[in-house]
Structure formats: C-alpha cells, structure tokens
C-alpha cells in the first residue's frame, strides 16, 4: 500500500512567487491534514479536510495561503505571494476516518523562498 | 494556542546507552504520541498512549502517559546509530474543538556515537 506522497520534494523560489504544493493521501482515508515546521521550531498544524470539506482551519497562518481538496482525493495547498518566513517543511498527513489516532505523514515539501 | 515543551533539544550518547526524553504541558492532553522523524523524511509514529499511566513498550522504546495528563516520557534503551533522528512528542488536548488536530513538541535530536 502506498504511503502519503507528497510533490514537490523539495522548491526554491523568489519572495514574490507562487507555490501549489501536492499531497495525495492513503487511498481511502477520508481525513487529510496539513502541517508545518519552520526551522528549528515545533511542527504546527495549518488545517484538517474530512473528505472535501475543511473541518479545521484555525492553524493558516494567513489569507496568503489556500488549500483545496476537490473530490476528496489529494489536496493542493498554494502559497500566494510567497514571503521569506514562509520557508520551512510541508508535511501532508492522512487518517481513516475509524481510526483517526493513527496518523500517517508524508515525507514533506521543503519549501526555501529567496 | 497549546504548547508542549520538549526536553532535551539535543543529545549526544554513546551505542548502548539507554536515552530518556520527555514532554510537558500546562493544559491536559487525552492522547499522547511519540513519532520520530529521519533526516529527509516525514514523522513516523513510534508509540501511541490513550489512557493516564498507561505504559506502553514497541522494542526498545518505552513511553509512558503521565498520571496528572500533563507529561509523557520516551525512553530508548541500549541506543544503537540508526536511532539518530529527531524524537517528537505530539498530543491532543482534552478540550479540542477538533479531535484528530496534533500538537507537537520542538523535537528532541539524538545523535549517536560509536
């Protein structure tokens, strides 16, 4: 069974610019989260789509970032304008709705803007 | 927001020695977890602890639920070099308007020497 990918691994881009980060979650798990871990900081929670809907989306630091799911399936997240803070580790997560302690992550989008 | 303070930063230990790590909060938790992230890789869980005191061992890992719900420990005995990587504790709060959001602890990084 395939684990959550996330594309891309790894983004360079310039203060300014557009990022649509990628996550496909594990086939049939209805809950998708979205974390972030800026350097040397604490991985933090940015919002949780049940199937299509956003259940919670109290960690999006700002209007700057959008995440979508359409369908339910994988989830997009875009950041624009990038800002130099933006930087850090993406990482994308899934739970089956019937057992949603146990939490499966990506392996991360690490995102450097310049 | 919760905060989780994860102690220590860091660690430098030798193969074999035993390593004890742990995570406090000032609010209570329901649910305590221990993931471990490898460089270039997203958090994978180790351990998962669901009631106060409860004792949970999966091979050389051992981690406990504290009894006032408000700390959780990992220890790791008889450290060997692929255990390099950084530890995070991660919890839910009791009173969570969301039951699957995480929140994590700054991470713990063990660094073995031979």
């Known amino acids: 069974e395939a684990g959550v990918t996330q594309f891309p691994s790894h983004s360079v881009i310039e203060k300014g610019q557009t990022v649509t980060l990628r996550c496909d979650p594990i086939?049939?798990?209805?809950?998708l989260y979205w974390y972030r871990r800026v350097m040397g900081k604490e991985i933090k929670f940015l919002l949780h789509?049940?199937?299509?809907?956003?259940?919670?989306e109290s960690g999006m630091p700002n209007n700057r970032f959008l995440a979508e799911r359409t369908g339910g399936t994988y989830s997009t997240l875009k950041v624009q304008p990038a800002e130099l803070e933006d930087s850090g580790v993406y990482f994308c997560?899934?739970?089956?709705?019937?057992?949603?302690?146990?939490?499966?992550f990506g392996e991360g989008s690490w995102l450097t803007v310049v | 927001g919760q905060q989780l303070n994860q102690s220590p930063q860091s660690m430098f230990i030798q193969e074999g020695e035993d390593v004890s790590m742990n995570c406090t909060s000032s609010?209570?938790?329901?649910?305590w977890l221990w993931y471990k992230q490898d460089p270039g890789e997203g958090p994978v869980l180790l351990i998962a602890?669901?009631?106060?005191?409860e004792l949970t061992s999966n091979g050389r890992l051992t981690a406990q639920f504290g009894i006032t719900r408000k700390d959780s420990f990992l220890n790791i005995s008889a450290s060997i070099p692929s255990d390099v990587g950084i530890y995070f504790c991660?919890?839910?709060?009791?009173?969570?308007?969301?039951?699957?959001?995480?929140?994590f602890g700054t991470g713990t990084r063990l660094q073995v020497t031979l």
């Open positions: 997560a899934s739970s089956h709705q019937a057992a949603g302690n146990t939490i499966y």
């Open positions: 789509f049940v199937k299509e809907s956003k259940q919670d």
């Open positions: 086939s049939g798990h209805d809950n």
């Open positions: 602890l669901y009631k106060a005191g």
């Open positions: 609010s209570i938790f329901n649910t």
């Open positions: 991660a919890g839910r709060p009791y009173f969570t308007g969301t039951a699957s959001k995480l929140t």
